[in-house]
């Protein structure tokens, strides 16, 4: 940044970082600081996934975008996984990043939820931010609470951080944080929280010290998943009736950053078959208002069930669908198949959008899977896929 040269930022989170606020507005405040360098910025965010569908994403979205330094938001949607899951992925990420390269600077941010500024009151982080703070201290990387001034303005009566966003919201005392308990707005949460990095960064330059590359020093966890990795679906591991949508449809288009390549399921028993060798493995799929109910097999195991449609499908959203984890090392076979099952979706959305679903009920008739890769910790042993 000193040296006036071009400097890569990425930014890896979910919809708190998707939206146009703090990630926008923090490279605009480092152009502004350092104006002889030039900043480009890597958006690899996606909304409503954790950490645990971060790392896998980490090489694709990322790391072959050959950042400078990377900021990791997902403190607000891994505010359900245990410290130990979060382990297991954070540290993954980090160990990853350094492996591809140790000049990357890495910052952990933590944003918060309207249910997470009581710990904050309290004089604790939330259990999520604790969690990445351990691997933090582990790692020497700095990390920045947005909460903070939050709930600072919070107590003393400047801010709301539940409210309708009011027309002249700027101006509007006291603040108006988000009007859902989570997302900020633009012009309020988010500039809170780039002022926050704003008043971080001299701290973190003078601790930084002398610049050289980052040690990878002994993990905190032998079980973290810095093997996580993203693997292509091919057309081998295709049983019954699929087709690959073609790169001028709609989804297709507007999943291609993410998706490259892109499946649907045509007709139930449609299925996917792939054997692994190592421990955990998923699949990098959409939930929509067309989806289905498949049903997975794993090995011997007695099978699930699961849906690619959720409570807020009234549009299509990546997702990661979790087929087996913290499995013995060594050889096993999924089989994902589409299930005939007719779904009640209007009973499966959330009571806020079956008016949705009553204007728009033609959107809810079909019942498909569209799937993009393989989410893996081992190697898909492409010569079995087939069996």
């Known amino acids: 940044m000193d040296a006036g040269k071009s400097v890569k930022i990425a930014y890896?989170?979910?919809?708190?970082?998707?939206?146009?606020?703090?990630?926008?507005?923090?490279?605009?405040?480092?152009?502004?600081?350092?104006?002889?360098?030039?900043?480009?910025?890597?958006?690899?965010?996606?909304?409503?996934?954790?950490?645990?569908?971060?790392?896998?994403?980490?090489?694709?979205?990322?790391?072959?975008?050959?950042?400078?330094?990377?900021?990791?938001?997902?403190?607000?949607n891994d505010g359900g996984t245990s410290p130990e899951q979060i382990h297991k992925a954070m540290e993954g990420i980090v160990r990853q990043t350094w492996k591809a390269n140790p000049d990357?600077?890495?910052?952990?941010?933590?944003?918060?939820?309207?249910?997470?500024?009581?710990?904050?009151?309290?004089?604790?982080?939330?259990?999520s931010a604790s969690a990445m703070e351990g691997?933090?201290?582990?790692?020497?990387?700095?990390?920045?609470?947005?909460?903070?001034?939050?709930?600072?303005?919070?107590?003393?009566?400047?801010l709301v951080f539940k409210a309708p966003k009011p027309e002249n919201i700027a101006d509007v005392k006291p603040m108006v944080f988000s009007s859902d308990g989570v997302h900020p707005h633009v012009e309020t949460g988010h500039r809170l929280y780039t002022e926050t990095i704003a008043r971080s960064w001299p701290a973190i330059r003078k601790a930084s010290g002398q610049t050289e590359p980052?040690?990878?020093?002994e993990p905190l966890r032998e079980d973290n998943w810095e093997h996580a990795k993203q693997v292509p679906i091919n057309e081998r591991m295709?049983?019954?009736?699929?087709?690959?949508?073609?790169?001028?449809?709609?989804?297709?288009?507007?999943?291609?950053?993410n998706f490259p390549e892109m499946y649907q399921a045509?007709?139930?028993?449609?299925?996917?078959?792939?054997?692994?060798?190592?421990?955990?493995?998923?699949?990098f799929h959409l939930l929509g208002p067309d989806g289905c109910e498949?049903?997975?097999?794993?090995?011997?195991?007695?099978?699930?069930?699961?849906?690619?449609?959720?409570?807020?499908?009234?549009?299509?959203?990546?997702?990661?669908?979790?087929?087996?984890?913290?499995?013995?090392?060594?050889?096993?076979?999924?089989?994902?198949?589409?299930?005939?099952?007719?779904?009640?979706?209007?009973?499966?959305?959330?009571?806020?959008?079956?008016?949705?679903?009553?204007?728009?009920?033609?959107?809810?008739?079909?019942h498909t899977w569209y799937i993009g890769s393989l989410l893996v910790i081992g190697d898909v042993v492409e010569d079995e896929v087939s069996e």
């Open 238 to 257: 295709l049983h019954g009736e699929w087709r690959k949508l073609d790169a001028a449809d709609s989804l297709a288009k507007r999943f291609s950053k």
């Open 104 to 127: 990357i600077d890495i910052c952990f941010v933590y944003t918060l939820t309207e249910a997470m500024l009581k710990d904050l009151a309290a004089g604790k982080m939330q259990q």
């Open 135 to 158: 691997l933090a201290d582990h790692y020497q990387i700095p990390s920045i609470h947005f909460g903070v001034k939050v709930n600072e303005l919070h107590e003393a009566g400047e």
């Open 214 to 217: 980052h040690e990878l020093v």
């Open 12 to 76: 890896l989170g979910g919809s708190i970082t998707a939206a146009p606020g703090w990630r926008v507005q923090s490279r605009e405040w480092f152009q502004k600081q350092y104006p002889d360098a030039q900043f480009e910025e890597t958006h690899a965010a996606i909304g409503g996934t954790g950490s645990d569908l971060g790392v896998f994403r980490l090489q694709n979205d990322v790391l072959r975008h050959q950042p400078d330094m990377m900021f990791v938001e997902f403190a607000v």
């Open 266 to 283: 045509m007709k139930p028993d449609a299925s996917l078959k792939f054997t692994l060798d190592g421990t955990a493995a998923a699949v």
């Open 294 to 366: 498949v049903q997975i097999r794993v090995d011997d195991q007695d099978p699930s069930s699961r849906r690619s449609i959720d409570g807020y499908c009234t549009y299509h959203r990546m997702s990661k669908l979790s087929l087996a984890s913290g499995l013995p090392l060594g050889v096993h076979r999924f089989e994902i198949t589409v299930m005939p099952t007719q779904l009640d979706k209007r009973e499966i959305l959330f009571e806020s959008k079956r008016a949705y679903f009553d204007e728009n009920p033609k959107r809810y008739e079909d």
